[in-house]
């Protein structure tokens, strides 16, 4: 016979099991739901030949929820390919900055045909999609680019001569005058030379010894020469790496410090107070300012035509992420170029990327990234026609096009790969190749640095 005791305790577990799942039933859920991720298609479609193309995206939010599949659908008859259509399966990865991203190969593609592409990402939630990109894939004779030397020899040296009798030392930057003729920073002989469109070339400034002296063209002295640029004058400015200032070389031969007082460091302010560290590309606006690759201090710099030095963009920080003004950064850039509205695009070389500052100062990314570092490679110089398609130097070997179409091309060369040899196409072959520039009638002049030869790569996609 149980005990009145025991009656009680059992009586009271009872009750109070009873009123523990009361209270249980009476719980909200605090878990928030997942929702789909979102997503955005890369704006650029890249390394398009006739049955292959390069794409991927970026995931802005994951949905509250692990992504199970990733990837991008497309199609050449359902302009808003879903994944029941043809579909790339990739891994997601993170850079820096905390940005996911994939690279997506499409392969099997016809020639001479329009697709529709869009990246997509599933979760428990279901499957989101990103914006539509429409690309058309080249004809099956491909692109039929022709790469020539203009003038140097892969020996290396300093002669003035025509053709390939004419001698470089690691040339680095190149441009264009209206004329056709291309000026050349000839880095390891101090000079800036200048090559007509026949090939001849002759001494345009310096004495070669590596110093820091202005006056006549013929007596100045420069230290390890890089970028250089033309203003609509026809006045040529130089990025002095060695003695860490902007020179400036009149019509009238004369050469003089544009901005810098030749101390390494970072100062802004007035010509002889600024200060550089190891300055790189150079570009012009029509206004006459003057933008720098200031390579090791990670930033854009402005001059304005006065010879004031401001920052443009970056931090400072060799890092990675997008914002306005000093809220982004960059990792080493090499390159700069200015478009017909005043946005700078640069080389971004460090993150493998060419990023693109507006007139406001905010800074994008347009193509390439730390995750994705094949696309550009490793980006030195750059510059643009007057229709806005970009060109790119890719130092592991390439000549590249963007298009305002938002279309990448391999022009020349390969990725990864090294040589010396003229040809068609991908058959033709670059050893680092530096600065390059475009003349009025779309013939680019590169500065293929370890072979000491400015080459031509004609037929670019206008």
């Known amino acids: 016979m149980k005990s009145p005791l025991l009656k009680k305790v059992l009586l009271s577990a009872f009750s109070l099991s009873i009123l523990f799942i009361i209270n249980g039933c009476g719980k909200t859920d605090t878990t928030t739901p997942a929702t789909e991720a979102t997503i955005l298609t890369n704006g650029v479609i890249a390394n398009v030949t006739s049955t292959g193309a390069q794409s991927g995206g970026i995931v802005t939010n994951n949905g509250g929820a692990d992504i199970s599949i990733i990837g991008v659908c497309f199609s050449s008859s359902n302009q808003t390919p879903t994944t029941s259509d043809s579909k790339t399966i990739d891994t997601l990865k993170t850079d820096p900055a905390g940005t996911q991203s994939f690279t997506s190969k499409l392969t099997g593609l016809t020639a001479a045909t329009t697709y529709y592409v869009r990246a997509y990402a599933t979760n428990s939630a279901g499957t989101a999609y990103g914006s539509v990109v429409t690309f058309k894939t080249n004809d099956v004779t491909g692109i039929n680019t022709a790469v020539s030397t203009l003038a140097g020899g892969i020996a290396g040296?300093?002669?003035?001569g025509s053709g390939t009798s004419a001698l470089f030392a690691n040339p680095q930057g190149v441009v264009a005058d209206a004329q056709g003729n291309v000026y050349v920073a000839d880095g390891f002989n101090n000079r800036i030379r200048k090559v007509t469109p026949q090939g001849v070339v002759t001494t345009y400034a310096g004495d070669g010894n590596a110093g820091f002296l202005n006056g006549p063209a013929a007596s100045a002295e420069f230290y390890a020469p890089q970028g250089i640029a033309i203003d609509a004058q026809g006045n040529l400015f130089v990025a002095d790496l060695g003695n860490n200032v902007i020179?400036?070389?009149?019509?009238?031969?004369?050469?003089?410090?544009?901005?810098?007082?030749?101390t390494r460091g970072y100062v802004n302010g007035a010509d002889t107070l600024a200060e550089f560290n190891n300055p790189q590309g150079l570009c012009v606006d029509a206004s006459g300012n003057v933008f720098v690759a200031d390579r090791s201090n990670?930033?854009?710099r402005k001059i304005t035509a006065a010879g004031v030095a401001s920052n443009f963009a970056g931090s400072g920080a060799a890092y990675y992420f997008n914002g306005t003004g000093s809220d982004n950064a960059f990792n080493g850039p090499k390159g700069v170029a200015v478009d017909a509205s005043g946005n700078i695009y640069v080389a971004d070389a460090?993150?493998?990327?060419?990023?693109?500052?507006?007139?406001?100062?905010?800074t994008s990314t347009l193509v390439g990234g730390p995750v994705q570092t094949t696309i550009v490679g490793s980006p030195s110089g750059i510059s643009i026609d007057s229709k806005g398609n970009l060109y790119v130097a890719d130092q592991t070997g390439r000549i590249l096009e963007l298009t305002t179409g938002n279309v990448l091309y391999t022009l020349a060369g390969t990725y990864n790969t090294t040589g010396y040899i003229d040809g068609t196409g991908t058959a033709?072959?670059?050893?680092?190749?530096?600065g390059l520039t475009i003349d009025s009638k779309g013939n680019i002049y590169v500065a293929d640095y370890n072979n000491n030869i400015i080459r031509t790569v004609t037929g670019a996609i206008q």
């Open 157 to 160: 040296g300093f002669f003035d």
């Open 350 to 362: 460090g993150n493998y990327c060419i990023r693109k500052i507006t007139p406001g100062q905010t």
């Open 247 to 262: 020179r400036k070389i009149s019509t009238a031969g004369i050469v003089s410090t544009f901005c810098g007082n030749g």
């Open 298 to 300: 990670n930033l854009v």
């Open 428 to 434: 033709a072959k670059f050893n680092g190749p530096q």
